[in-house]
């Protein structure tokens, strides 16, 4: 998928949710546990009652590998479902890789081939030629992580190296790999004072924008300082919306917990 | 398993060889392509030859995602062989991940409970609360990314906030967190001469050091610099010894090359 038809996407259903498919066994609705997989059913519910409000949905990968064989088994069968009946909503494989070229490469593979997602998220730390591989597939998207929104992002992120914080250096330094038309950003919305910032670093790449909702991150301060005229934001919510309930009207309640964001983008984008 | 547990292995097999598990279906003896579980196969076939020789073995996760469910079953496999077949070995799950706490925990509880490796390498661009959650595990080993053998580690790790390199902020400030003995670091044999800097601020710790062969460090000058009384050194090499042939000796010249690397390894010891 292109930016561009990720912004006409954005624009028709007046919605720049993203909505993170993190699912824990624990908190899912426990009747659903009878399935024969639990997590595919769980995610096969939120996605066919929150696709006209959201344009990406964003499976972090680890909540899959804790569940071995059969949590990868879900993540096909979810990926290969949104593939088939939605091909207009962008996912995010949510798994911040990094590693030495040829292994990138096989991450790459497994991403973009295999499980044939449109993006996936990346870590900075290796340099260049631990991303480029990513950059290298045309029509995919490599978010590269630059300040996250947890309490460890100023461990080393907002640290200077000449006076200018590390990832401010991730993002300029990222600007001359090879094809870095295919960069985004993970931003998160628990620092939305420093958007200002790094707009004007990256004037256009889209943001991946977690911390919304359960982290405290505000939607309208992400806004007032990141929008951009194609409006280059994903705004992520996971947990406030999966799990808004955890009885048999689970999916219906995560639709009203969408549809509430979606309704506030909606009057920001107006 | 502990540390001494590691150090007695080592000096009993007068080895701190890490055989790297990196399986590309490309590379393999094309006679083992009609085997049920090719990964497997060769996997099985390289340590029944090699694990004598060595103290350590790491898959490196991206080459398993690289084939899908397939492939995860094959880790799976290949790990529950090692824990079986040969507990005395140390396990490294070579992932690279990292992520916010809650996440974190899913990927901890993949690697050191459903799959039941000893230690997973991470990446720590997201600071402290991203690395706990896996150091929370006792009697299992973070193997924080330091100073990679990668050219891109010349990007951002060796950059300088307040005249001290990035990865040195890494090494003091992770021996700050909760549990940091159970911190292991990953330094590159390409950076040899920088491990006597690295050894005075963690001169005890555990390095697992690729780069030896393929990657062109040299075993000789790792030692001078990084060995500790207790070794305090894991030397990785996966190419090199792997694909040593791709005929039907592969698993013989897996050896000899496996032999080689010992025979240098005890002669430093000695």
Not at 19 to 46: C, R, S, Y
Not at 214 to 237: D, F, H, K, P, R
Request: charged residues 20%.
């Amino acid at each position: 998928m292109t930016t561009h038809q990720l912004t006409e996407q954005i624009k028709k259903k007046k919605s720049f949710l993203c909505i993170g498919l993190d699912v824990d066994l624990n908190k899912i609705p426990q009747h659903l546990l009878q399935e024969e997989d639990p997590i595919f059913a769980f995610n096969k519910a939120i996605i066919d009652a929150t696709h006209h409000l959201c344009v990406a949905y964003k499976p972090n990968t680890a909540f899959y590998e804790a569940y071995g064989l059969k949590g990868w088994k879900a993540l096909e069968k979810t990926i290969m479902y949104l593939n088939v009946k939605h091909p207009e909503i962008f996912t995010i494989a949510d798994a911040k890789r990094g590693d030495i070229g040829n292994t990138s490469t096989m991450y790459a593979k497994a991403f973009f081939e295999d499980l044939a997602f449109d993006s996936v998220t990346v870590a900075p730390y290796m340099g260049k030629d631990s991303v480029e591989p990513f950059l290298a597939f045309e029509n995919k998207h490599t978010i590269l992580l630059a300040l996250t929104s947890n309490a460890g992002a100023f461990d080393f992120q907002t640290k200077k190296i000449d006076e200018v914080e590390l990832y401010k250096h991730v993002l300029e330094t990222s600007k001359t790999w090879n094809n870095s038309q295919n960069l985004m950003y993970v931003v998160g919305a628990t620092k939305a004072e420093y958007l200002a910032e790094i707009r004007k670093i990256i004037p256009e790449s889209f943001l991946l924008v977690p911390g919304v909702g359960a982290q405290g991150g505000s939607l309208q301060e992400v806004c007032n300082y990141g929008m951009t005229n194609n409006v280059g934001l994903l705004i992520n919510s996971s947990r406030g919306i999966i799990y808004a309930s955890n009885g048999e009207d689970f999916a219906q309640a995560s639709a009203a917990k969408a549809k509430e964001l979606q309704e506030q983008m909606e009057s920001i984008l107006n």
